[in-house]
């Protein structure tokens, strides 16, 4: 079938027929006999078809219009090998439109095409760069790569093109092995400052470092400004730096595996697994970026100084994952040190933070499983970790000490087996701590606490169980240094933990249903006692008459002092003021509410 350059098949076209190389007509057969001779020219028929058998001798075609004006001439055709561009190919389905076999083929292209071999041996550099080209010139539209291992010796061709497809036949199974300390594979635009790349789609194929003994550099594959891209089933081993995405928007990564090096003898400074950062010339941060089914974490012993790290975005969504095994911090939130470098929702769903470091037996620094630090310039804000697992880190498990923080929201997670602090949290505003589980922290022994709040302004602790287990918390909840404006709720803590508001400044903070686990909280009566503020009610021991709470009074709050012993509280000259003296033979609850941060006053009083 022939068609003319409109795609359209020729009917009534003529095919002109020579020996190859010339003007003499040469004559083809109408079947494979070679008895009944074609007209020459070839009349098409209705469909641009004809029958044309040729003999052993090469043939030269010109195919002409009905008008008999040249379309084109192919030369040296023999009966063995006949151009793909000339043979049509018909798509199954109504309404599918005619195209040539070549166009077909050039849909997609294998690496093997361009002389890949992918025996983990043959160096395919070279051959990979032939591929990439005929995807930037546009050429093909889609790169495969059969099952094997593509030795490459250095960095593969940026790939500029948008609308491309690399895939292979599963993460384990297509592999380029890397050799060298340098990037693999990059994607980029050809002028990244002013235009994303886009429509990305990487599938079912991996990248490899662990030719190299311990790698000291390189990232495995480098997104500059991707729009609408896709990543799926995509594996990196080995690696010093693995994912690294600079701006773009409404990419999508899914079941991604990504490994540290495990021949590394020290820590790998500056490593990471996967990073999000702005993208410095155009200054687009990642947005809309979703994460999915995830599994990123270096090796023990815990040399991979960070898995993930999130420098700028707005809008970075991580849902269902494990991330961790690593020296400094599972996740690192660092954000860049300039004013458009903001990190703004971003959000972790059920994912596991894994220290990696159960017993704690390796030496590392005072980090954290989850660190939020930085500059102080950038806006930093709407934070949540939801159903998360916080666990098995040396240092605390989850340190916010950005200073210019707002909205953090740790809700449903789990803290524990943690050498430090369960959650500290500093210098933050808006800050929601709920319904979660904190045990088996303070394994160093450094007397650390499984909630510890410094400067904190305006937030909500509720719901909270801070229990003991194998090792011993200084205290369960500490509200700690100028706080205010916060509601604490409805917590429960071990029966060896306490409360504790020690406060500097305390202004605005209002605390009701907190609990220990057993008996509630006990002071000796004497006078000036310290009371273990933030409990809805406290027994008091002893027969010593008080006039004064020794320690400061926190506004608005209600206290009743259940005694078992006879002592008087009395209307004195002291900080607590009565109705009338406070006889426990009489009574044995005494309700009081403090008025200002100098004075109790009495609200009720009961016989229990």
């Known amino acids: ?32 006999t070679g008895l009944v001779a074609n007209t020459n020219p070839v009349i098409l028929d209705s469909r641009g078809e004809a029958s044309i058998w040729l003999s052993t001798v090469g043939y030269k075609f010109k195919l002409a219009t009905p008008a008999n004006v040249d379309v084109w001439t192919q030369d040296n055709i023999t009966s063995y090998q006949f151009s793909s561009n000339l043979i049509s190919y018909t798509p199954a389905g109504t309404g599918a439109v005619v195209t040539t076999v070549q166009a077909k083929l050039r849909e997609s292209a294998s690496v093997k095409d361009f002389g890949a071999v992918g025996d983990n ?37 940026t790939i500029t093109k948008d609308g491309v497809t ?49 790698p000291t550099a390189g990232r495995a594959l480098v997104l500059i400004r991707p729009g609408r891209s896709y990543i799926s089933n995509f594996d990196i081993r080995s690696v010093y730096q693995g994912i690294d995405c600079q701006g773009g928007s409404g990419t999508h990564i899914s079941n991604l595996a990504i490994a540290g090096a495990f021949t590394w003898s020290s820590v790998a400074t500056g490593s990471f697994l996967l990073k999000f950062q702005q993208h410095a010339a155009s200054l687009e941060i990642p947005s809309e970026i979703f ?30 994952g ?25 959000e972790f769903v059920n994912v596991y933070f894994d220290g990696g470091d159960f017993p704690l037996t390796q030496t590392n620094p005072a980090t954290s499983n989850i660190l939020l630090q930085g500059s102080v ?3 930093v804000t709407h934070i949540s970790f939801i159903g998360c697992t916080f666990k098995n880190f040396r240092g605390n498990g989850f340190s916010a000490v950005q200073s210019n923080l707002t909205d953090l929201r740790v809700i449903g997670s789990e803290f524990s087996n943690n050498g430090g602090y369960g959650l500290i949290c500093n210098g933050l505003q808006n800050l929601i ?28 602790v509720t719901g909270n169980q801070a229990l003991s287990g194998t090792f011993a918390h200084a205290v369960g909840i500490n509200i700690n240094v100028t706080c205010s404006d916060l509601v604490v709720q409805n917590n429960l803590v071990g029966s060896t933990h306490v409360l504790d508001f020690n406060c500097i400044s305390v202004t605005r903070i209002q605390f009701g249903g907190n609990r220990k686990v057993g008996a509630d909280p006990t002071v000796v009566a004497v006078d000036g006692f310290v009371l273990p503020l933030g409990y809805d009610v406290v027994t008091v021991t002893g027969n010593t008459n008080f006039s004064n709470i020794g320690n400061t009074i926190v506004p608005w709050n209600k206290v009743t002092l259940r005694f078992t012993g006879t002592p008087t509280a009395v209307d004195a000259a002291g900080n607590i ?32």
């Open 166 to 214: 690399l895939y292979g036949d599963g993460p384990r199974l297509s592999v380029l092995s890397q050799t060298a300390n340098v990037d693999t594979l990059t994607f980029s635009n050809v002028a990244p400052a002013t235009n994303r790349i886009n429509d990305i789609f990487l599938s079912n194929f991996g990248i490899s470092y662990g030719a190299i003994t311990a």
């Open 433 to 460: 701590v709920s319904n979660n589980f904190f045990k088996n922290n303070n394994g160093d022994n450094v007397s650390a606490d499984c909630i510890t709040l410094v400067g904190v302004v305006g937030g909500i």
């Open 121 to 157: 041996s043959t160096n395919d550099t070279a051959a990979i760069n032939l591929a990439i080209a005929a995807l930037n010139a546009g050429q093909i539209k889609a790169l495969y790569f059969p099952a094997g291992t593509y030795v490459c010796t250095g960095s593969l061709t």
């Open 577 to 608: 003021k009565l109705a009338g003296n406070f006889v426990a033979t009489a009574d044995s609850t005494l309700t009081m509410m403090g008025v200002s941060s100098t004075v109790y006053t009495e609200v009720s009083r009961a016989i229990v």
């Open 291 to 320: 994460v999915s089914g995830f599994n990123v974490k270096g090796s023990s012993p815990l040399y991979l100084s960070n898995a993930i790290i999130v420098q700028a975005c707005d809008g970075l969504w991580f849902n269902t």
């Open 377 to 379: 310039v950038p806006t």
């Open 322 to 346: 494990h991330a961790g095994f690593s020296y400094n911090a599972g996740l690192y939130i660092n954000p860049q040190a300039v004013a458009t470098g903001y990190v703004i929702n971003l």
């Open 1 to 32: 079938q022939f068609f003319t350059n409109a795609g359209v098949p020729m009917a009534g076209g003529f095919l002109y027929t020579y020996a190859a190389g010339t003007t003499t007509p040469l004559t083809t057969y109408t079947d494979s």
